[in-house]
């Protein structure tokens, strides 16, 4: 190896990476840090990566293309891993991944490099996705080589080597934030009976602190896309921006689980997705109106598979692609308005319409409807969805059961 490509944020951990790299291989350390709505480190990556020994620092606008080609395509799925997550740092994985196979070909570098622990999923995600795109790719994985056991440990490597590192007092919790969402784990976290710490959550109001009186949006929706709000249309990272403002004042999107690793062990993580969770709401509030039944009963079979999918890291996978595929092909009528209340942290559906709707309302009413459904047709369509059943309990009593 001569030069490896390092997925960099500007803190800790990454650049006493950058310096070992440097140190233990002899490598030139191409610095990537992509942007995806993760908030004012990016601006100062450049500078610090520099400063501490890269040959080339990259900070790579991504946002765009972060929402557009993954966050709303997962969307479109209504994928939530464990009932619960909405995958915003399952998904950003992929992209920086990416980012960073391109700067390795750009730059003619042998590796790449990344700061994820051998116990997490980021690791396995960064990977994968790094294998499926450049599959002679080399990866660097520090945090399962070198012999630093934790933050006293780099703090003590950076004033050794005179790496340029505010040591600020650490935090009792870790976090990863991008434009979908916001994670916190790791420090008094890992107690699943310990609550979040107050003031911890940044993107979104306490739910008790929120306005007193809710707030109405409507989100427009176009082949299972979202691209207005309130009437303005905006492109999607704006429309995910305006809408996580909206539903973070309203302290919507809060989510508290243990969940299962791909890595093998379950884990706590704390989770803040203001505007994934209202657009999650309104796109199901869309799809009751467009999406026939059985179209729709066998879409939601496959989301869990293709949460697990997206969540272990397969993003550039075939069977993610496959089923990508089938769940976008169901998004062709899903056209039509949600109209949503927001209140003290939770998302409540007032109404919804498309003038590509199946729902008939001749056909539902309670009131006189004998040219459009005859109810004593529902006789015939019972006795014979019963048949099965009274044949099973005609066979048990004749064996005295």
């Known amino acids: 190896m001569k030069k490896v490509v390092l997925a960099y944020s500007g803190g800790l951990d990454t650049s006493v990476i950058l310096r070992w790299l440097i140190e233990t291989y002899g490598v030139e350390v191409i610095a990537y840090t992509a942007d ?3 908030g004012e480190e990016v601006a100062e990556a450049k500078e610090k990566a520099m400063a501490t020994g890269a040959t080339v620092a990259i900070a790579e606008d991504l946002s765009d293309e972060f929402v557009a080609d993954y966050v709303f395509p997962m969307l479109r799925t209504n994928a939530v891993y464990e009932g619960q997550y909405l995958l915003g740092t399952s998904i ?14 750009e730059h003619g570098a ?5 700061g994820a622990t051998g116990k997490g999923n980021d690791q396995v995600r960064f990977e994968l996705s790094a294998y499926a795109l450049k599959p002679e790719i080399q990866v660097i994985a520090p945090w399962r080589e070198w012999d630093l056991k934790g933050r006293a440990d780099c703090i003590a490597y950076a ?17 990863d934030a991008n434009m979908l969402h916001i994670s916190y784990e790791g420090g008094v976290l890992e107690d699943p009976w310990v609550g979040p ?12 602190d929120a306005p007193d009186t809710p707030v109405e949006v409507t989100v427009t929706y176009e082949k299972g896309d979202p691209v207005a709000v309130d009437g303005v249309r905006m492109d ?26 791909f890595v093998g062990m379950k884990s706590r993580g704390v989770y803040e997705t203001p505007g994934g969770t209202v657009l999650h709401a309104a796109h199901r509030a869309v799809e009751s109106l467009t999406l026939d ?4 009963h066998t879409r939601d079979q496959l989301i869990p598979k293709y ?9 550039f996978a075939p069977e993610r692609e496959a089923l990508q595929a089938f769940f976008d092909a169901t998004q062709e009528r899903v056209n039509g308005e949600a109209r949503l209340q927001l209140y003290k942290g939770g998302v409540t559906v007032l109404g919804r319409r498309s003038d590509f709707r199946l729902y008939d309302e001749k056909t539902v009413t309670f009131e006189d409807d004998e040219d459009v459904y005859d109810q004593a047709d529902a006789a015939g369509f019972i006795r014979l969805n019963a048949l099965r059943l009274r044949r099973m309990a005609e066979a048990r009593l004749g064996e005295g059961e």
């Open 36 to 38: 995806i709505g993760q």
């Open 92 to 105: 950003a994985r992929p992209i920086i991944a990416k980012g960073m196979v391109r700067a390795a070909e």
């Open 110 to 114: 042998d590796a790449i490099s990344h």
């Open 159 to 175: 004033e050794q080597h005179g790496i340029p590192v505010p040591i600020t007092p650490e935090k009792p919790y870790s976090m």
């Open 197 to 208: 710490p107050k003031g911890m959550f940044k993107m979104t109001t306490d739910p008790e």
């Open 236 to 261: 999607p990272a704006k429309l995910l921006a305006h809408v996580n403002t909206l539903a973070g004042a309203h302290g919507v999107g809060r989510v508290d689980i243990v969940e299962n690793r």
């Open 293 to 296: 039944r059985e179209v729709m």
């Open 307 to 315: 949460a697990q999918i997206v969540y272990n890291g397969y993003w």
